[in-house]
């Protein structure tokens, strides 16, 4: 036994590599690309750290190139779920007793095998997978993923060391204990590590975890287990299954062990697994933990005074970067009038300058949404926008599903502030601008405020302080994110803790100590250092 206390300093943000022209860098992602592509992978479920494959396979094709198989994988059904919650259980015992300093061990050997051995495979396979460019999966796969395991380390760490106060003859201490139980990790597509991190947060702090990844992210899910079982992993600490939805929530929701869901994904789906939890509450041993991020309708509002070029690039890129699938991504715009029509000229020059294709060349800026069901959601809006006299198309509206998912980024010009592509959620690469008389900003701010249930993320761009000052308070409920003169996605970890309230979660912030605190127990403890030996106080004496 160890009689030393282990500090693990704040890092640094993982580097961004620029893929430019004849890089090494870019020369061993698209040598990593081809390897891939030159192979069909087998990929199986991982429960106890053991390989189950169980011959029901589902096709791997780049939502870019749908003719392509990258290969299969196997689904589960509801004996792999009982057996992942089983060896989870069976683990627990051991890992909740590891010293604390041996499980950072394993999640920063983890962080160093993706920075290192692992980086081109991690973003090759996020870029195949989910049809990221270059940038964006090295931006998500590989520094996202590698700072949410330091940062976590560090924070963990730091809440380790919190301790109360004592007073004299007493010693007080606090211990910060995993729940009671298993923890359930269901992660998106979107974010390879939004993936990497739902389950390996939950695991730091000394739970055992089932995780289900959307099936559109099991190419690079595969590749985040692996590196974590070649980190050192005790089996059964993180169970990697792919069963179907319902029947997950069915058995795990059920399960009296059930502790805890750390979730992305749909606010349809999060509010009946909150649902279903609270029925169930009887059969728990304790209140399992609900935290989930669920999604937006997040905001672009520029002032009179705002910067034309400023507004117009925070728009092309928070609207269509990664196609606009970014939960934090910029759906609706609020342009005044004095500086609309400008704003709206350089944002469409900007998108005739964007190339669409597939991820392996990499000049291409936009490339394909995730599969078929996304597609037809997105061209609906779309084409419900033509054939309505309300709206206007300005750019884009073109698509086609024959070589893959693929919509041009798209923008409709609405009259009416509250049109539904104002709205509703589309999770896709359509931005709807408004335009309102420049005079009224204070009422587009209430106008901004109301018009969605949504509250993750939004920018307001102006070069007025006032101005700036104003929309801060005034929208202090909007956005757990908000931004000043910049588009509204790509928070950092350890800079920019990501999460919404309303209708986009529970605002519990990954990538900060708030997140953490979710998956553990605390017990205090006091120690009477000389007990008293007399029931008697002082006051019950006369003299």
Same mark, same amino acid.
């Given at each position: ?7 693990? =300093? ?36 991982? *429960? ?38 089983? =060896? ?25 095998? /993706? ?17 990221? +460019? ?24 730091? *809440? ?11 010693? +007080? ?27 390996? &947060?939950?695991?730091?702090? %000394? ?36 069963? @179907? %939805? ?13 502790? %805890? ?18 029925? +169930? ?8 933990? /609900? ?12 002032? &009179? &005074? ?31 009038? +004095?500086? =609309? ?36 959601? /997105? ?84 070069? @007025? ?12 409920? =909007? ?6 003169? @910049? ?37 205090? /403890? ?18």
């Amino acid at each position: 036994m160890h009689n030393a206390y282990f500090h693990f =300093a704040a890092p640094a943000n993982e580097p961004v590599y620029s893929y430019a022209p004849g890089s090494p860098e870019k020369v061993a992602l698209k040598k990593q690309l081809s390897a891939f592509k030159a192979q069909q992978a087998d990929i199986p479920m991982y *429960i106890n750290n053991q390989e189950i494959r169980t011959g029901k396979t589902v096709d791997l094709r780049p939502p870019h190139e749908i003719k392509h198989k990258l290969g299969h994988f196997h689904m589960g059904e509801a004996s792999h779920i009982n057996d992942a919650i089983a =060896a989870a259980l069976a683990a627990k015992e051991q890992w909740a007793a590891t010293p604390w300093e041996q499980r950072a061990g394993i999640f920063l050997k983890a962080a160093e095998l /993706i920075a290192t051995k692992y980086r081109y495979h991690m973003n090759a396979a996020t870029m195949l997978g989910q049809s990221k +460019n270059a940038y964006q999966a090295e931006i998500d796969s590989a520094c996202e993923l590698i700072d949410f395991l330091r940062y976590n380390v560090h924070f963990l760490s730091e *809440i380790y060391k919190q301790q109360p106060v004592s007073s004299p003859g007493v010693h +007080n201490r606090t211990e910060y204990r995993p729940l009671e139980g298993f923890v359930l990790a269901v992660t998106p597509f979107n974010f390879t590590a939004i993936a990497g991190n739902l389950p390996t &947060s939950a695991a730091m702090c %000394g739970n055992v975890v089932v995780w289900k990844p959307a099936d559109t992210q099991v190419f690079a899910a595969n590749m985040f287990m692996q590196i974590m079982i070649e980190a050192g992993l005790p089996a059964g600490v993180i169970n990697l299954i792919y069963v @179907d %939805g319902p029947q997950l929530g069915d058995i795990c929701f059920s399960h009296p062990e059930f502790a %805890g869901i750390h979730f992305t994904g749909s606010t349809a789906v999060f509010q009946h697994m909150w649902q279903t939890i609270g029925q +169930n509450i009887k059969k728990y041993k304790a209140y399992p933990r /609900i935290v989930g991020e669920t999604g937006g309708k997040d905001f672009v509002l520029a002032h &009179s &005074s705002a910067d034309v070029a400023v507004t117009a690039i925070a728009l092309a890129r928070g609207a269509f970067e990664y196609q606009g699938q970014k939960c934090s991504a910029a759906s609706r715009a609020y342009l005044p009038s +004095n500086i =609309a029509e400008a704003v709206k000229t350089r944002l469409l020059a900007e998108l005739k300058t964007m190339k669409m294709g597939s991820v392996e060349d990499f000049s291409n800026f936009i490339n394909a949404v995730i599969d078929e069901r996304s597609f037809d959601k /997105i061209t609906n809006y779309i084409e419900n926008a033509k054939k309505d006299p309300a709206a206007k198309i300005i750019a884009g509206g073109n698509y086609s599903k024959t070589e893959g998912y693929f919509i041009e980024p798209t923008v409709i010009e609405v009259t009416d502030p509250k049109y539904v592509t104002m709205c509703e959620e589309i999770f896709g690469p359509v931005l709807t601008i408004y335009t309102y008389d420049a005079d009224k900003f204070e009422e587009i701010i209430s106008v901004v405020d109301s018009s969605s249930s949504y509250a993750l993320t939004g920018s307001i761009i102006a070069q @007025d302080r006032y101005a700036i000052d104003l929309a801060t308070k005034k929208l202090v409920n =909007a956005a757990g994110n908000f931004y000043i003169n @910049d588009k509204p996605t790509g928070a950092v970890v350890g800079q920019q803790p990501f999460g919404g309230a309303r209708a986009s979660g529970t605002n519990d912030k990954a990538g900060s100590m708030l997140n953490l605190y979710r998956w553990l127990s605390a017990r205090t /403890i006091k120690e009477t250092l000389v007990p008293p030996t007399e029931y008697g106080y002082p006051f019950i004496k006369e003299a």
